[in-house]
């Protein structure tokens, strides 16, 4: 593909050929959040700018909090793979994908630096403006992809995000005992709970039963909204955190 106008200001144009059309003419109206999950910056974006590859995203931020812009925002780049959110399958053709440097699970889980945090804030906040995308709908690749995916990951500063206006996040309750459900339960509480986690946007059915597919959809939400432990299993802390920021969506208040 030729060079582009970046759409964000601080972006340096590197362009990716791994892009096409979005779906019916939709417009963006979600950010999606990744890490590399690579050894190195510079390979992961070199994979993301092969035709080989088969993957690209529309940004690209560096440790030190450089961006590089890989594909139009009006375009569909290929960030998400099999996915969906409140009832739609075809995630990139409604969102924006930011890829963010990070060895991620295979890395050891690093940090993520102060620089990079600061520029992920800066563009999300400039994407989130321009399209008018609402708090609730800056979302990780795991949401939106439970077990196949579980980027960014766990260590990813949701909280911090927050605080500067991106996303949508309520403090998570303590990690107490009391009653919880795991794989293998069935029942009407188990009911109650996918219909929680299916209103707030996973692609969780109701079925009455606490399966492998349930188990990953709560360690997704965990790793989102609950990351101190994410075990698939839902405590007090899991249900009651999900239940306030169901509380919290606009549509619901």
């Not at 939709?26 to 994979?47: F, Q, V």
């Not at 890395?107 to 800066?122: H, I, R, T, W, Y």
């Not at 919880?180 to 929680?196: C, H, N, R, T, Y």
Request: net charge negative; hydrophobic share 40%.
């Amino acid at each position: 593909m030729t060079a582009f106008e970046a759409d964000f200001s601080r972006a340096v144009v590197q362009p990716s050929p791994n892009h096409g059309e979005r779906r019916d003419g939709r417009k963006p109206d979600m950010i999606l959040l990744h890490y590399t999950g690579m050894g190195t910056a510079d390979g992961a974006l070199d994979w993301l700018c092969r035709s080989e590859s088969q993957v690209s995203s529309h940004y690209f931020v560096f440790e030190d909090g450089r961006v590089m812009q890989l594909v139009p925002e009006d375009r569909r780049a290929w960030h998400a793979g099999k996915s969906a959110w409140q009832g739609e399958d075809d995630i990139n053709s409604l969102s924006i994908g930011i890829e963010i440097a990070n060895a991620g699970h295979p890395g050891g889980l690093p940090d993520f630096p102060d620089a990079q945090v600061e520029a992920v804030v800066e563009l999300c906040r400039d994407c989130g403006q321009r399209w008018a995308i609402a708090p609730e709908r800056v979302l990780g690749h795991s949401d939106v992809a439970p077990v196949r995916k579980v980027d960014p990951g766990e260590k990813f500063p949701w909280a911090r995000l927050a605080v500067e206006g991106v996303g949508h996040w309520v403090e998570p309750a303590a990690i107490t005992g009391g009653r919880f459900f795991q794989k293998g339960d069935v029942g009407q509480p188990i009911e109650a709970l996918q219909s929680m986690l299916s209103l707030y946007g996973y692609g969780t059915e109701i079925t009455g039963e606490f399966s492998e597919k349930l188990k990953g959809e709560v360690e997704a939400f965990q790793r989102h909204f609950r990351p101190e432990r994410v075990d698939g299993i839902a405590d007090f802390s899991t249900i009651d955190t999900l239940h306030r920021l169901l509380s919290a969506l606009p549509r619901f208040s």
